[in-house]
C-alpha cells in the first residue's frame, strides 16, 4: 500500500470552531478527507417543553451573524403551526430585512474571511501580489476597511424597522410587531441606494443593469475588457486573481443543488420571481442533468458519522432526535454535525444553488461546462447582492403606498407541527416543530453548513465539502492554503455550538 501522511487541518477565518482531517499521498494529493465539527449544537433540546413562541426569543440567538434568517424561520414554522396569514406588507417588511443581513454577510465573507487567503506567502511571487496585499491584507487592507464601513451601514436598516440587530425579535406569527413611519422608510430607502451606489462603483464596476447582460462566460470576458473601471472594481480584480491562482479548476463537489427559495413574494408586488415563481429565488433540486421540484418530505437527517445515538435509518426532521453520544467507542464517528440528505443523496446549498435553481444563464453555462468550483462559488456570492438591493428598494417604496397591515391575527392550536424555510446568507436554513398539549414536544434545525459541512451518511458518501477537498494538491503540507480556499467558498458557520467536555 502506498505511504501516505495524515494531517490535521484546524481551519482559521472561518466562523465558529472547524478541523479538516485529510490523507495526502506521496504527491501531496487529497486521497481521503473529513469534516470534523469539534462543538455540540443542543438549541434543539433547549427547546422542548417551551410555549411555541418562545422559539421568536431564543432561536435568533442561535447565530450572531444570521440572527435575522433564524428568527423568519422560526416564524415561519409557527406561521405554518397556526395558519397564520402574513400581510403584504409585513411580508415585505420581513424580506427587507432578511436581504440586507444576506448582503452584509456576502460581503464581510468575502473580503475579511476568503479575499485574505491571496494575501499567502505562496502568492508572493505574483505580479498582482502587491495590490492584494494592499486590498486584503487583515486589519490594514484597504478594501477590507470600506468593507466594514460599509456593512456597518447598511444593516443599521434592520435596527431601524426592527428595533435592534443582532438578535432582533420583531417578526411574529402573523406579521411583525413594529410599523414603521414614513420617516423610518425614506431613512432605509436613503441607505439602501446609497449602498448601491457604493456596490456599483467599487464592487462591480458598472451599474446593476450593465451587470445583468452578462448572461454567458463569453459575455464575462467581454465586460472585463470593455471598461477600465470594470477591470479595477473589486469583481474584475477577483476574476484575474482566481483565475490565476487557479480556483477555477478546483473545489467541484457532488454538482447536486438544494435552495428552499424563502423570500416569499407579496401578494401585490412589482418585484418579479424568477421563472414567475412567487418567491424571489425558487425552491428547487439542480444537477447538470436538470432541475427538479424541491419536495421537503425528502429530507432526512443521518448520524451514522456523527457523535448521536441512531435508532435505524436517516430521520426526517420532524421525527428527529438529538440524543449524544460523545462516549461511543464506534470509529466511523468523527463529527458533532448531523449528516442531511435530499432523497438520501448529499447537496450543496448556498448563492451558488440560488442561481442556479433561478436559471441564471451565466452559473449554469459555468457548472455545466466545469461543474462547481471555489470562482464560481464565490463569484455567486460576490453578485447575488444585485439581484436583491433592487427587491429590497421597491419594497420599502411599496410600504408607503400600500395600505395593508404589518400585523393578522391569529388562532393558536394546541397539537399541530409546522416547518420554516428561509434562503439564510449560506443558502438553506430550515426550522421544524412539533407542538403537543400547547408546548413544544420536537424541534429540529437545519443550518446551510450542516448540508455543506456534513460527515459521511450511512452509506460513507462525503458530504459536500469535503467531496470537493478529494483530489486537491497541495503546493505546502506545512500551509495548506488551497483546503482552505475549498472549504472557505461554501462560507462556513458553526458558531451555534458549544464546547463539549467530559466531566
Not at 278 to 300: C, M, N, R, V, W
Request: hydrophobic share 40%; charged share 25%.
Amino acid at each position: 500500500m502506498a505511504e501516505t501522511i495524515k494531517k490535521v487541518i484546524p481551519l482559521n477565518r472561518v466562523e465558529g470552531d472547524l478541523e479538516i482531517h485529510v490523507e495526502l499521498d506521496r504527491d501531496n494529493v487529497v486521497v481521503d478527507a473529513r469534516s470534523v465539527g469539534t462543538m455540540y449544537r443542543g438549541i434543539e433540546n433547549l427547546m422542548t417543553g417551551r410555549g411555541p413562541l418562545d422559539g421568536l426569543v431564543i432561536t435568533p440567538r442561535i447565530c450572531g451573524i444570521c440572527t435575522t434568517a433564524h428568527l423568519s424561520a422560526a416564524a415561519k414554522a409557527i406561521d405554518m403551526a397556526f395558519d397564520a396569514e402574513v400581510p403584504d406588507n409585513a411580508q415585505r417588511l420581513r424580506n427587507v430585512t432578511l436581504l440586507v443581513e444576506q448582503v452584509q454577510n456576502d460581503l464581510r465573507h468575502l473580503f475579511l474571511l476568503f479575499m485574505p487567503d491571496f494575501t499567502a506567502p505562496r502568492y508572493a511571487k505574483a505580479a498582482w501580489y502587491p495590490q492584494a496585499l494592499q486590498r486584503y491584507q487583515v486589519v490594514k487592507g484597504t478594501t477590507a476597511l470600506e468593507i466594514v464601513k460599509q456593512t456597518k451601514k447598511v444593516i443599521e436598516v434592520i435596527a431601524i424597522l426592527g428595533g435592534q440587530w443582532p438578535h432582533s425579535s420583531f417578526i411574529v406569527p402573523g406579521g411583525v410587531v413594529t410599523v414603521p413611519s414614513d420617516n423610518d422608510i425614506a431613512q432605509c430607502r436613503h441607505i439602501i441606494r446609497a449602498f448601491r451606489r457604493w456596490y456599483e462603483r467599487g464592487i462591480l464596476g458598472c451599474s446593476l443593469e450593465r451587470w445583468h447582460r452578462v448572461r454567458s462566460a463569453a459575455d464575462l470576458d467581454a465586460w472585463l475588457d470593455e471598461d477600465p473601471a470594470h477591470r479595477s472594481g473589486e469583481l474584475g480584480f477577483f476574476v484575474k486573481l482566481a483565475r490565476a491562482a487557479g480556483l477555477d479548476r478546483i473545489g467541484r463537489s457532488h454538482d447536486r443543488f438544494i435552495s428552499c427559495g424563502g423570500v416569499d413574494l407579496p401578494r401585490r408586488t412589482a418585484v418579479q420571481g424568477h421563472g414567475r415563481s412567487q418567491q424571489l429565488f425558487p425552491a428547487g433540486i439542480y444537477s447538470p442533468a436538470g432541475l427538479d421540484p424541491f419536495d421537503p418530505e425528502k429530507i432526512t437527517e443521518e448520524i451514522a458519522a456523527s457523535f448521536f445515538k441512531a435508532d435505524g435509518a436517516g430521520r426526517h426532521p420532524y421525527e428527529g432526535r438529538t440524543v449524544t453520544d460523545a462516549d461511543t467507542d464506534d470509529a466511523r464517528k468523527y463529527s458533532w454535525a448531523k449528516a442531511p440528505r435530499y432523497d438520501g443523496r448529499p447537496a450543496e446549498t448556498g448563492p451558488l444553488a440560488d442561481m442556479l435553481v433561478a436559471g441564471e444563464p451565466l452559473f449554469r453555462e459555468m457548472v455545466q461546462d466545469q461543474g462547481a468550483s471555489v470562482f464560481v462559488r464565490e463569484l455567486a456570492r460576490m453578485v447575488r447582492a444585485a439581484l436583491a438591493l433592487p427587491a429590497v428598494d421597491q419594497w420599502l417604496a411599496e410600504m408607503v403606498t400600500c395600505e395593508t397591515p404589518f400585523f393578522q391575527d391569529f388562532r393558536k392550536k394546541q397539537s399541530t407541527c409546522g416547518h420554516g424555510f428561509v434562503s439564510a446568507p449560506r443558502g438553506f436554513l430550515g426550522h421544524w416543530l412539533v407542538i403537543e398539549d400547547g408546548r413544544i414536544a420536537r424541534y429540529q434545525i437545519i443550518t446551510p453548513t450542516t448540508w455543506n459541512g456534513s460527515p459521511r451518511d450511512g452509506a460513507g458518501v462525503r458530504g459536500p465539502w469535503e467531496e470537493a477537498i478529494m483530489g486537491l494538491q497541495v503546493a505546502d503540507t506545512q500551509h495548506p492554503v488551497e483546503v482552505g480556499q475549498v472549504v472557505r467558498s461554501f462560507d462556513p458557520c458553526l458558531v451555534c455550538t458549544v464546547h463539549a467536555m467530559k466531566l
